[in-house]
């Protein structure tokens, strides 16, 4: 963590009396309020801007200079969506993207809310706080699925207590936004109270059309990154929404959304950028804010306006433009040494007045968090013996002639409601003879309940997988062999969360993912990308078709995209709003057998 | 005040299953978020904006429904920095530019606080709820002047606590900006409590080079209004400060600030516009921020930027663009009914919901407001028969060989120091035969002290004048004979504050101005008119060679403006800094006679 500038610090190295720390000399300042590319000198002072001129009045003995010549000089980026729990934790991810330029990241806090509740959260966001990056977050008011004892957990007063920490600059994205369309109470208060503080209302309106976005932007939502059309956005736009590009790694869709831009030659100033979570590849191969800022000048945008987009348009959005996105005393020090307006690709991040990055190395140590301090409680409450039961991992099934419902994949995460008809064994459906299909369930890491459904379009030769990384982070099992699904349970039970992949009994990959079931806790971004390839290829092998299990495995078992999903509550249609096969209530079950 | 709608309302009318107060049908709605016209109708219900689109389904029985075929919609105007007491007072003030489409005001508060002190100046702000306009105040930090009790006045925890009030935007101009500059901690920590509040800073940096301006903006302030050239706003802009253009009676600047737009062609969306307090006949004649919009397009600004520049600009500024400055769903129903997009005259105007005016006519009836419950003390603690001595407006004076200060009009409001030679008569300075002299004594209200000085160019057949009309709200005496000058003092006093003017001993002129000194408690804007015409011709007849007879009077006791001026201290050299005569403090006086 930075040390501070005071006020007076910062007026007397403006004036030439104080020596400034860094000093920037000779570079073109890209001027972001005034949409200008200027010559001139930056001073720093601590964390923060102290000058920005022509005067080399601040140049001390010790002030370490800083040759800009013929370099562009840029504001840090922002990043105003980011989901930090793609196999990637909030630190590995922060210093991967750091030394590509972001320098403020905005965090959803779902996953970490939902395993460490107010105080765990709380205390984790603050000591982030060492982070070499500016570390923001967003509160989910409701969850992403209603069936976790969401009344629990997003009561009134826990997400008022979460608002009110400092490092929150909002509400999270509602993903379910027809709460907020048909007037939820409990949604409606918790916008009002975060308008009340003056904080940002993130909105998440995928497919809602216009007229219908009266009514959301009516509730109070400030903002959108879910358009994936030209039109789309341009509706947003024109009803008050800061509206958000985005360019993921499930939904590249600049190519689309930028006509906007390019051909609607719309004003900008309300326009953001958003990666929204890529997986980690993606951020090794595309960057984050870099890459948005590239391909959008790639596809036509001019630079200033790209650059502005990713930089004082966010910071207006979070009303944080004292702060951070343009280049004027004051603000923090979070400036990039650019060679070019074509790649930019940071020849030298500085973030909080530190030098943190060179040609995309880090300079800086990561801090390395003990993450179970912030967690509520133990990964699973269950036994790992309880998940050694191969009779779990079987459809119960008694009449043939009965069609069974089969959740068949169209696309990574698209599926769609299926019924076919199998033979029975000992009560249970016979798969064996179908090699398109496997068995799927989600089991209650407390033990309550079991939901099963079966796959198809998945994968083919999968003996037995496990995973945590999935919407609800209760594992899921997949797989064509009970024997083998049981191994690969017990084997992320003893991870404390994670994946395992297991043929013919043997474990031949493992992913550890001991916070919250999603992330890992090493510091290396590297890791992360290694561990999804791995993952990817283990798949493939074995016959899944796509090419991002992970947002197949972290949908799966969401309530929010059509067709029919595997939750908590059971097997769900959610077009129909209908669980159609229900989970199974543990001590029932147990009693049965 | 109008009644608030619920999110709950707004979203129902929206879907359109709750019919819409107000739906304003057929018109071209100015979309400042995306910067595009569009045939668009608008949903009013209640104070609120519900709903902007083709359906009709919100058009019930009740309805009005406005026809605005072939006209424009435009947000409501803002005025970000007004000084609501120019002969005119909050309401006549508010109700006069609300005819003109201006729907949000932020108000200065020096003289209200200054009178009112925090509690008085807390339930004005209050009561003016009633007020059907939406009326935002800035909170000066340090008064005007620095001899006011500055230190008591505005100490932090008086300043805090006005900086917590909802209706308190921000920090109000710091006319002493060297104050900043020289890091004084009692500014720069309540600017810090300010920012910390999320609230703006608002900057006066007249004439503050841009070297130096970036100390000031280091020390946290966001925004300056003092750019008389498209240079120095370009400075500003540059800096990070939202910069607004000033076109007001004392400051005419629009011809050569708006250069920075149609000649540098510079990115507009973090510039702003103020009419910066003009004196009222102004204000009747070249309107409001009504003006500003017409003053710019026909100076070459596009029409839409000019608008954006007094609508979301100004909002987003304040960060209350999800409440005011655009046409969305959630936002204040502050909406104009434009003919066209030339002269900017509102056929109708909407502010949160109601049809306040039409064709420039108030439609609804400002209240009545009983002043002096805000009023911290009588307007003058001194008996009047202390006023009616007519050697108090003598100069006390005893060598001719002693050159006497000067004070020399220049300007409407810039002097120089002279010095002169002068008989003497009776230990008082003779200036009987000086036709272009006159005394001028400003007088404490409490008794403690009188400062004295001799005036040049300021009028001629003047025999007394009185006028609390000035920086200090003290009774600031001018004239030829001490007999006219003490009857127009003591008719002041019995008008509680005001204006007297006196021919050889009779009153001619009174002006009564109760509220501070300053103000009429009067409603109507048009009595502020004719006062003010009344006052400039009595003194133009009287030899005073200017055109603003307000403003020469307001800042003679200022010590902010160049030149010599009359202060409680006594004559004050502002450039110097240094007191050249000194006020008589009134025990010693009266002892001595």
Not at 52 to 66: K, L, M, N, P, R
Not at 123 to 138: A, C, E, G, S, T
Request: glycine share 8%.
């Amino acid at each position: 963590m930075e040390s501070r500038a005071t006020s007076y610090e910062l007026i007397e190295v403006a004036q030439g009396s104080r020596p400034a720390d860094l000093y920037i000399k000779g570079g073109t300042v890209i001027n972001v309020y005034s949409g200008e590319f200027m010559k001139q000198n930056v001073a720093v002072y601590r964390d923060r801007i102290a000058y920005v001129g022509g005067s080399e009045a601040a140049i001390g003995d010790q002030t370490q200079v800083i040759d800009a010549n013929g370099k562009y000089i840029s504001p840090g980026f922002i990043e105003p969506h980011a989901h930090p729990w793609v196999i990637y934790n909030p630190v590995s991810f922060a210093v991967k993207v750091l030394s590509l330029g972001t320098t403020t990241i905005v965090n959803d806090n779902l996953f970490f809310y939902l395993h460490m509740e107010v105080e765990g959260f709380a205390k984790m966001v603050r000591d982030l706080q060492v982070l070499p990056i500016n570390h923001l977050w967003l509160a989910r008011i409701v969850s992403q699925a209603d069936y976790v004892g969401e009344r629990d957990y997003f009561a009134p007063e826990q997400v008022q207590r979460l608002l009110e920490l400092e490092q929150v600059a909002g509400t999270a994205e509602v993903t379910r936004w027809p709460l907020l369309y048909n007037g939820d109470p409990f949604a409606i208060q918790t916008v009002e109270y975060a308008k009340r503080l003056g904080k940002v209302v993130d909105g998440h309106t995928a497919g809602c059309s216009y007229e219908k976005l009266n009514a959301i932007v009516a509730a109070g939502v400030s903002a959108c990154h879910e358009a994936i059309t030209a039109q789309e956005s341009l509706d947003r736009l024109r009803l008050g929404m800061w509206t958000t590009l985005r360019n993921s790694s499930l939904r590249p869709d600049f190519p689309e959304v930028v006509k906007l831009i390019t051909e609607a030659n719309i004003q900008t100033q309300r326009i953001l950028m958003t990666t929204d979570g890529p997986h980690p590849a993606y951020i090794e191969e595309e960057g984050c804010v870099d890459g948005l800022v590239r391909k959008a000048v790639e596809l036509g945008v001019a630079p200033m306006q790209a650059i502005q987009m990713a930089t004082i348009n966010p910071a207006t959005y979070l009303r944080l433009d004292d702060q951070i996105g343009g280049i004027a005393p004051g603000r923090r020090a979070d400036l990039l040494v650019l060679p070019d307006l074509v790649d930019f690709r940071p020849e030298l991040v500085i973030c909080g007045g530190r030098v943190v990055a060179e040609h995309g190395n880090l300079l800086v140590t990561p801090p390395s968090i003990d993450w179970s301090q912030y967690l509520a409680g133990p990964a699973f409450s269950i036994q790992k013996s309880f998940l050694q039961d191969p009779d779990l991992y079987r459809y119960p099934h008694t009449s043939p002639d009965e069609p069974v419902p089969v959740i068949h994949f169209r696309s990574t995460v698209i599926t769609q409601p299926k019924s076919i008809h199998l033979p029975v064994r000992d009560g249970f459906a016979d798969i064996s003879q179908q090699p398109g299909l496997l068995l799927a369930c989600l089991i209650d890491r407390h033990g309550r309940w079991v939901a099963r459904g079966l796959l198809e379009n998945f994968a083919t030769t999968l003996d037995g997988m496990a995973s945590t990384y999935n919407t609800t982070t209760h594992p899921l099992v997949i797989g064509r062999d009970p024997v083998s699904m049981a191994i690969a349970a017990a084997r992320v039970h003893e991870l404390g969360g994670g994946v395992a992949v297991v043929d013919r009994g043997e474990v031949v990959l493992e992913i550890p993912l001991p916070l919250t079931g999603m992330m890992t806790t090493d510091t290396s971004f590297a890791t992360a990308v290694e561990y999804q390839r791995q993952l990817l290829s283990a798949l493939q092998e074995r016959g899944y078709p796509y090419h991002d299990i992970l947002y197949t495995l972290l949908f799966l078992t969401c309530d929010f995209l059509p067709g029919l999903r595997l939750i908590p509550l059971g097997l769900y249609d959610v077009k129909a709003n209908r669980v159609i096969q229900p989970a199974v209530q543990m001590e029932r079950e147990r009693v049965r057998r």
